[in-house]
């Protein structure tokens, strides 16, 4: 088990009062339980899930019956402890309180380059002189035209002409959707005319056909007169 502090972290060796009998480690978030012995608060939650008797005494250990020793707690917080990374450098010492503040600023940390692509890992304090020449440094123009800059371009850059550039290409795009827009009007415009052609000349023969009937009803009009008259 491991919920305690490593010993090797701190400055001087903790008191044996300190020391976690499960994990053997400094106690982290100190707990106690019925038969007055302590523990870390994560170490004899594990315990008691295999059984529930206390590791020093064999007492049974009621789980009602724990309580965190706060005051102690606070006492170790103010133990001093050496840097994580002391083996790249860091000769810093401070309170256990502080651990979490210095781990995030601290120099010898090893960090990640933050540009997508790079796998280069160092430590904090060298970043900035890396991302001067890492090839997958990227950043976008800061005079705002949009241009997406590395190391190899970002001197060579002229915002005036890329944009000069983009806009030449936009408007040749435009030129060119203008044309086909002017194409499909006109092939419109044919098919209506060939449209309006063809209605005219259904007209048309509407009209002849129209009169044709008009003369055959006078023909037979006529005819039926005459019969008459003749048969009288």
Not at 95 to 111: E, I, N
Not at 155 to 179: D, G, M, P, V, W
Request: net charge neutral; hydrophobic share 30%; aromatic share 6%.
């Amino acid at each position: 088990m491991s919920g305690g502090y490593d010993l090797e972290q701190f400055v001087e060796v903790p008191d044996q009062d300190l020391i976690c009998s499960i994990c053997h480690g400094v106690l982290r978030c100190p707990v106690r339980v019925a038969c007055n012995h302590i523990f870390c608060k994560t170490c004899i939650l594990q315990w008691m899930k295999r059984q529930e008797t206390c590791p020093c005494c064999r007492k049974v250990v009621h789980r009602e019956l724990m309580f965190v020793v706060y005051k102690l707690s606070k006492s170790i917080s103010r133990l001093k402890i050496k840097c994580r990374n002391e083996i790249h450098g860091c000769c810093a010492t401070f309170p256990l309180s502080d651990q979490y503040g210095h781990s995030t600023a601290c120099d010898f940390k090893v960090t990640s380059c933050p540009n997508e692509g790079c796998e280069v890992e160092v430590l904090r304090k060298e970043l900035a002189r890396h991302l001067q020449s890492c090839e997958f440094w990227k950043e976008p123009c800061r005079m705002g035209c949009g241009a997406m800059l590395t190391h190899q371009t970002h001197a060579q850059h002229n915002c005036y002409r890329e944009l000069k550039r983009e806009f030449e290409a936009q408007q040749s795009t435009h030129k060119a959707i203008a044309t086909k827009l002017k194409k499909k009007l006109s092939k419109m415009q044919s098919t209506m005319l060939q449209m309006k052609r063809q209605v005219s000349l259904i007209c048309d023969s509407l009209e002849v056909m129209d009169d044709e009937e008009d003369e055959e009803e006078g023909d037979h009009a006529g005819s039926s007169s005459a019969e008459s008259s003749a048969n009288v």
